[in-house]
């Protein structure tokens, strides 16, 4: 089975912190995503990697950056918390050239 | 922007009743159109359909493509209290990039 794990479940942060949320899977895939679902909006595309080192925008960046130094990692980095960060954070990845994605179990991020 | 619109956004039914759920689009260079449910964790991966008018059923889901009218539905017939959850609809782009609608919030009562 696939396994895509998130380093925490809930987390809490002051305003102005820098925060970084951990994805791993460990099925060798080569395309990983972040994404934050908030209520009425679906889940939004912050950033995906399709390779080490490789990174592209998603549909909300700003305000995120990411890092991917080994494949089968991929952490979000918020520079500096805001209250409108407060979301659910989902990490997901998918091999190339498949359609299907996994997802992690989730970061419910809040930000005071 | 590519546009995913899911309807209704929230549904009640109870136990035992068909319900259909709608996504419709805008775009139509995508690879393929994803049905996945959300519980309270990890969305759950239900269809994945890339043929117009040609059905996928698993169970007492069933779930079909119209790219001529450009959208698609989910089917869930004799509903249980099971099947509550986020429904979520998204269209697959290179790199299995997901655009995602805004999901159906289906409550099912005994």
Not at chain 1, 76 to 93: D, G, K, P, R
Not at chain 2, 18 to 24: A, D, E, K
Request: glycine share 6%.
């Amino acid at each position: 089975d696939v396994k895509v794990t998130q380093s925490s479940r809930y987390l809490v942060k002051r305003t102005g912190e820098k925060v970084f949320l951990e994805c791993v899977q460990d099925m060798d895939h080569e395309n990983m995503f972040w994404y934050r679902q908030d209520p009425g909006l679906g889940l939004r595309l912050i950033y995906f990697s399709y390779d080490v080192k490789m990174k592209e925008k998603g549909d909300i960046p700003e305000g995120y950056s990411v890092s991917r130094e080994k494949k089968e990692r991929f952490s979000l980095i918020l520079e500096s918390a805001s209250t409108n960060q407060t979301s659910m954070y989902l990490c997901a990845s998918t091999r190339d050239y498949s359609y299907e994605q996994y997802f992690g179990p989730g970061t419910r991020l809040t930000v005071t | 922007e590519d546009k995913v619109v899911q309807s209704p956004l929230s549904l009640v039914v109870h136990e035992g009743d068909t319900v259909t759920l709608n996504c419709s689009y805008e775009v139509t260079n995508f690879r393929s159109l994803l049905w996945y449910k959300q519980e309270k964790k990890a969305p759950t991966f239900l269809f994945m359909l890339t043929s117009s008018g040609i059905e996928k059923k698993s169970g007492r889901l069933s779930s079909i493509l119209d790219k001529k009218e450009l959208f698609s539905i989910l089917n869930i017939t004799a509903t249980q209290t099971g099947d509550s959850a986020i429904y979520l609809c998204a269209l697959s782009f290179s790199y299995g990039k997901l655009t995602f609608g805004q999901g159906t919030i289906l409550t099912v009562h005994p």
